[in-house]
């Protein structure tokens, strides 16, 4: 079967599970994660839906209760395009081409690319769109269809950048927004290209300023979540559903194990889910990208691009590595460089 007919195949059978879950939410949330399992190919997919399973088994878990409001609260077309981009070409098509490359040639793929375009040593260099969109092509050729911005206040170009992203619909975006940034031109355009996944930066500004971009997101239809560096987690997921503020759907939170609650008690991201008591999903942001390339490949790859074309390379055993520039190499080449493969075998993923 070809890569198109089964991408047509499981696009239709998505479609029909969403409208399964707007007419009858409790059988259509348990059939649409049926139809996942049944259309899984890798060791991760088939583990993701089994976990699945158990989460919303009962109509009083938060997770039924997050896979219902997502359902009800995301456009349609927006949520079948992100999820057949991020399920099917990253995490299916994308894994295989990722294995088959690292098998033959003995370096490590990132699933997801991190383009963190903030300003470093008082630098204002801003990467151009040229660059982003050869990264993009490159990066898509070797498997990697997952890409995260991170972008600062007052971003200057944001609209070459949405450009660039709407040349490349294949693929699933997330963009790390400052809450300033997210006004109604930007919101409106996200909704439009359908692939990105608008997280706000709840750690910038003022709460009234971050309530309204995620009020401003949701309001639209769009695929958002909120994210931050310092603040405990449990705390920040407390807080929301004490104020009653617009909830996201995920929370990203950086490096859990370096924050600390004030009741001294565990901040794993693992048992916050597992007593989870809001429908938001949260994600250990680099932990949770290391483990599912570990089980789409045999070792975690994270590959930073900066805003003045740097590049960083980390990988599982602390080894870490860099210096190289994508201005002047390609993105196979740093790969080779600075991600070398320690065995040449895969498991199924």
Request: charged share 25%; aromatic share 8%; with cysteine.
């Amino acid at each position: 079967m070809t890569d198109k007919l089964s991408y047509a195949i499981i696009r239709s059978a998505v479609e029909k599970g969403i409208r399964d879950i707007q007419a009858d939410p409790g059988r259509g949330v348990r059939g649409l994660i049926d139809l996942g399992e049944m259309f899984a190919i890798g060791r991760f997919q088939k583990d993701f839906f089994q976990v699945a399973q158990q989460m919303v088994d009962s109509p009083d878990s938060c997770y039924y209760q997050l896979v219902d409001r997502t359902v009800r609260s995301v456009d349609k077309d927006l949520l079948v395009t992100f999820g057949m981009n991020l399920g099917y070409n990253s995490w299916t098509r994308g894994a295989s081409l990722i294995r088959e490359t690292e098998d033959r040639e003995g370096f490590n793929i990132p699933w997801m690319m991190v383009l963190d375009l903030l300003p470093g040593d008082g630098s204002a260099q801003v990467l151009p769109a040229g660059e982003i969109a050869r990264v993009l092509r490159e990066g898509r050729a070797l498997g990697t269809y997952c890409y995260c911005f991170f972008l600062p206040e007052g971003y200057p170009a944001m609209e070459e950048l949405l450009s660039v992203l709407g040349a490349e619909p294949d693929c699933a975006f997330v963009l790390f927004l400052p809450p300033a940034l997210a006004d109604e031109a930007l919101v409106q355009k996200i909704h439009r290209l359908g692939t990105i996944f608008a997280a706000v930066d709840l750690d910038a500004g003022q709460p009234e300023e971050t309530r309204r971009a995620t009020r401003l997101l949701l309001e639209h239809r769009c695929l958002c979540g909120g994210f931050t560096r310092r603040a405990d987690l449990v705390r920040a997921l407390d807080s929301v559903r004490e104020e009653e503020a617009p909830l996201p759907f995920l929370f990203f939170l950086w490096e859990a194990s370096g924050h600390t609650p004030e009741d001294g008690g565990d901040i794993r991201v693992e048992k916050i889910r597992e007593q989870l008591r809001v429908p938001v999903f949260p994600v250990d942001f680099y932990e949770d990208i290391a483990h599912i390339d570990r089980n789409i490949s045999s070792e975690a790859c994270l590959i930073t691009i900066r805003s003045d074309g740097r590049v960083a390379a980390t990988q599982d055993g602390g080894r870490a590595a860099g210096g190289l520039n994508i201005y002047t190499t390609p993105l196979r080449d740093i790969l080779k460089s600075t991600a070398p493969k320690r065995g040449r075998s895969t498991p199924g993923g």
